[in-house]
């Protein structure tokens, strides 16, 4: 008879202990969605000051550039890329085009950039450079169209550079629109 008071006497405090247990976690179940909780901060922008970025494709490099500073926004949608210096675009593996600016802001998204200061662009290894300077340009990756709002200087390794006013230029269907427009042009 002693054992049997024994083990009885160990079932209540297990049971005792075991109802607490299913209790607390029952209570913690049925809690749990009555709490507002407060969402973590969604990251600021990131600056990054003085450095070099590279972009990569399968088959080799897409472009690279040297910058004085980028600062994104929170989202990382929108880059803001300031002094940009020995910027190359390749084209098959190869320099194409160099590229300097004093302020390009880049969608990630959509690939629309917009340059806003002072955008000189030359062609690389060919004969005649072909230059490209300005100080506004937009480009519309959807619609394959770059918007110039402001005077250009175009030189196509004529005599004279190309001045233009305004310009817009659908890469998609080859349509060019140019208004006040002075000097010489060299096609080939």
Not at 83 to 98: C, N, S
């Amino acid at each position: 008879m002693g054992t049997t008071f024994q083990l009885s006497r160990l079932k209540l405090p297990a049971l005792i202990a075991g109802g607490a247990l299913v209790a607390y976690l029952g209570y913690g179940i049925w809690a749990a969605g009555r709490e507002d909780l407060i969402l973590p901060q969604s990251n600021g922008p990131v600056l990054f000051k003085q450095g070099s970025a590279i972009g990569q494709r399968l088959e080799g490099r897409s472009w690279s550039v040297d910058y004085e500073r980028i600062s994104t926004s929170s989202d990382q949608v929108s880059l803001d890329l300031y002094g940009v210096k020995h910027g190359i675009i390749f084209r098959d593996g190869k320099p194409y085009l160099g590229v300097t600016a004093k302020r390009l802001t880049i969608n990630t998204v959509t690939r629309d950039f917009n340059a806003s200061g002072k955008l000189h662009i030359e062609t690389l290894g060919k004969k005649p450079v072909r230059t490209f300077d300005t100080e506004a340009a937009n480009w519309s990756d959807s619609q394959q169209t770059l918007t110039i709002p402001d005077r250009a200087k175009i030189g196509t390794g004529a005599s004279l550079p190309l001045l233009v006013g305004s310009a817009v230029f659908n890469v998609r269907t080859g349509e060019l629109e140019m208004h006040q427009v002075a000097g010489a042009v060299r096609f080939k």
